[in-house]
């Protein structure tokens, strides 16, 4: 065993008195715990405060956000990012309400609806129902991979499996010693969060220093844990057109199904090779819309990172000359006003261009 009875003791009277206050710390509510693991999945805990009291009042139970139009909920996680999760807690509120309106008290049970993985499983079942099943994120891989001073590449799915072992291993020691499982998870999540942090470890202030074998043997422990070499992220360039008619606006909504889908948008897509900006937008009006358009100035561009790929968006002012619109690759298209924008989900590259849209014209 990797830790003592006393540094598990040790590491759980560390957190009850370090934690740091967050909304979803005071509740044992499955409902909440699970909206709130889903938001901080891939965004940070300053950020997910505002969006987590934003979308329980707007869906306090589970009924409510089962029975809620798709187009709401988006609206509602619009800004947080990552929309495909925001459509996953959706489908599976409407599975937990098809099952009786209960979420399941087991990981495994958890596990079957969607958008639950190991990760989000773990920590309801963990933190709402004391199950012994170990929670391993980003901040308790670093932990662990620093206690072991594991030198192997993190990602390495050997490395992945050791690490799971362990701190399966650890939860069930701590609740063999009549401690929280919740707590034990929240606590390595905790430390690896504030104190064994990824550029900067603040080793004695940490509950695990006498038994961290990366202190012993590294003379720099932030050197772990190694990460296989950053591969070159894809830039790509998207045509899209701002298509005027009348005072409003042309937007469209993407399958619901795939990246941001059910988000609006203006329409348009990436530029192909040997094609300019102009032909681009020109090409996607016909292939999207079966409209053709005039070009006209370029509006603005806006750069923008996702996880795998960075865009520049450049949307132009056109206008359209012919071709009945017909919805070739999107599910909806709307002509709104520039103010009435505000009231649609849109990924935040638009959200840019809406805000210029509105500035210029007053609105
Ligand atoms: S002693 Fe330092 S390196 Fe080891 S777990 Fe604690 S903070 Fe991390």
């Known amino acids: 065993m990797i830790l003592s009875d006393k540094s598990l003791r040790g590491l759980v009277k560390w957190f009850q008195k370090n934690r740091r206050e967050m909304s979803w710390r005071n509740t044992r509510d499955p409902y909440k715990i699970w909206i709130s693991e889903v938001m901080l999945q891939q965004t940070q805990v300053a950020t997910v405060e505002p969006y987590y009291e934003r979308f329980l009042k707007a869906f306090p139970t589970v009924h409510d956000l089962a029975k809620a139009p798709l187009d709401k909920v988006l609206k509602v996680w619009e800004g947080c990012g ?5 459509r996953n807690l959706h489908q599976a509120a409407k599975q937990i309400v098809e099952q009786g309106g209960e979420l399941p008290k087991s990981s495994d049970e958890l596990r079957k609806l969607k958008g639950i993985g190991p990760y989000t499983s773990a920590a309801i079942a963990s933190i709402a129902f004391g199950e012994a099943v170990a ?6 891989e670093r932990v662990l991979a620093r206690v072991l001073c594991e030198r192997r590449v993190i990602s390495d799915s050997r490395v ?3 690490l799971h072992a362990v701190a399966s291993e650890l939860v069930k020691k701590a609740v063999a010693l009549r401690l929280s499982s919740g707590d034990f998870n929240e606590a390595m999540m905790e430390l690896g969060a504030t104190v064994c942090k990824p550029r900067e470890a603040l080793c004695k202030k940490c509950p695990l220093k006498s038994e961290c074998r990366a202190i012993s043997s590294l003379k720099d422990v932030t050197a772990l844990p190694k ?4 591969k070159k992220v894809p830039h790509y360039d998207i045509g899209a057109a701002i298509v005027r008619k009348d005072g409003r606006i042309l937007i469209t909504q993407r399958p619901e199904h795939g990246m941001l889908g059910g988000l609006w948008e203006f329409p348009g897509g990436k530029q192909e090779r040997g094609e300019t900006l102009e032909e681009c937008v020109r090409r996607e009006m016909k292939e999207e819309l079966a409209i053709d358009v005039e070009v006209n100035s370029l509006f603005q561009s806006v750069n923008h990172a996702y996880t795998h790929f960075k865009i520049t968006l450049h949307c132009f002012d056109c206008k359209h000359t012919g071709g009945k619109l017909k919805l070739i ?3 909806d298209a709307k002509w709104v006003r520039p103010h009435e924008l505000s009231r649609f989900a849109f990924p935040k590259a638009d959200r840019v261009i809406i805000e210029k849209l509105q500035l210029t014209q007053g609105e």
């Open 160 to 162: 992945k499996k050791r």
């Open 329 to 331: 690759h999107c599910s």
């Open 82 to 86: 990552y929309y495909a999760r925001a």
């Open 135 to 140: 929670v391993l994120d980003g901040n308790v």
């Open 227 to 230: 990460k296989a070499p950053a």
